[in-house]
């Protein structure tokens, strides 16, 4: 079976994930979910597209429990290399977003830096993953997630937005023109970043 284009995209992407420029604010976002989670170590997290593990690895050394879900096995091949050279017994499981094994198991979802939420090619496909995640959490649980924000290609040039903001030998981005309809999600903007209570 072909894989999609996001499937391919992350195969041999996982060693110079970590050097992107939208993937150096790692400690800041986990200061975020801390706030956004009063500190709380007895809950149990998701991360949804975990890839290389940065946040999973990052709040289980504060001590938070998290399982790590992804569908790229090279991503979470990096993300175990990881957790046992910090010596962290994290569970990172190849998993697709829109058809999770969990039900009703976690206090927490995060989904960050998109996480395979806007690379999915149609709405109800991203529909699909809430829902999915959605059947994974406890009742009253938080689900917190990232998605790119569609209205800032419409003020701002992508390509000069990355290039001011990328260093050398991370990926690029070159977009001549925008269909508001068809929002290329290969493009990174400004990202809103949403916290959803479940009830």
Not at 75 to 100: G, H, P, S, V, Y
Not at 142 to 158: A, D, Q, R
Not at 181 to 194: C, E, L, M, N, W
């Amino acid at each position: 079976m072909k894989k999609q284009w996001y499937e391919a995209l992350f195969e041999n992407y996982a060693q110079v994930y970590d050097n992107e420029n939208f993937t150096q604010g790692t400690i800041g976002e986990c200061d975020f979910l801390e706030k956004e989670l009063a500190s709380d170590k007895s809950l149990k997290i998701l991360d949804v597209g975990c890839g290389t593990g940065r946040h999973a690895i990052e709040l289980s050394k504060r001590g938070y429990h998290v399982t790590g879900i992804d569908l790229s096995e090279s991503q979470l091949k990096r993300a175990r290399e990881k957790a046992e050279t910090n010596n962290l017994a994290i569970d990172f499981q190849c998993q697709d977003a829109r058809n999770l094994s969990f039900s009703g198991e976690f206090d927490v979802a995060i989904m960050l830096c998109e996480g395979g939420f806007p690379l999915m090619e149609t709405d109800e496909m991203n529909f699909e993953i809430l829902k999915s995640v959605t059947k994974s959490l406890k009742p009253h649980a938080k689900f917190i997630f990232t998605t790119l924000n569609g209205l800032f290609p419409l003020y701002h040039s992508i390509e000069e937005f990355m290039i001011s903001n990328t260093k050398e030998g991370n990926a690029t981005y070159r977009s001549n023109t925008f269909d508001l309809t068809h929002f290329a999600i290969d493009q990174v903007g400004k990202r809103y970043i949403s916290t959803v209570s479940i009830f």
